[in-house]
């Protein structure tokens, strides 16, 4: 059976400093997402769902699988997101739909870390678009992604502690008014432009 591997980065572990560290990095992906990868690759032995692509299996699973599989998911498009050098804001037809949907770029930022820092426990704020291409804010519990709601997952951050305990302890808030520093919109923009 075809093994999920863990992604490669695309930046060094340090590329993302100060707002997140190397070790934060090292740990976060290394660790983490490299646990999550091992027990899918566990949970599919003898599976009918072994063989999927990845987001078949999210739509697909359930009980540990799917918290597996969709934190997989959720990591891939977490740490892809990200870049030392980023296209600071969105462009063309998503920076106009976010003037539409939320009235300014500005306006969307103080929503979404509100939906983020607002999150109880463990999970992920995600910016989506639906079918029409307008964009929606949900708060995902735990390994929850968009998809399971038939939207297209864009832009999210991580609330989970491991995603911040070392460098922010518990001021989750400054984390995430710190990770606009490091989002590549660029990739965003693909994201949503994507057919
Ligand atoms: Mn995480």
Known sequence: MKKFQLMALPYATEALEPVISKETIAFHHGKHLAGYVNNLN????????????????VLKAEGG????????????????????DPKSA???QLAEAIIQDFGSFEVFKEEFQKKGATLFGSGWVWLSADKDGKLVITQEPNAANP???????????DVWEHAYYLDYQNRRPDHLAALWQIIDWEVIDNRYNKK
């Open 65 to 84: 699988m799917l918290n597996n599989a969709g934190q997989i998911l959720n990591h891939e498009l977490y740490f892809g997101q990200f870049s030392g």
């Open 42 to 57: 566990g949970l599919l032995e003898g599976s009918p769902l072994a063989g999927l692509p990845l987001e078949e299996i």
């Open 147 to 157: 998809i399971l709601k038939g939207l297209k997952p864009l832009l999210t951050f």
């Open 90 to 92: 969105p462009t063309g």
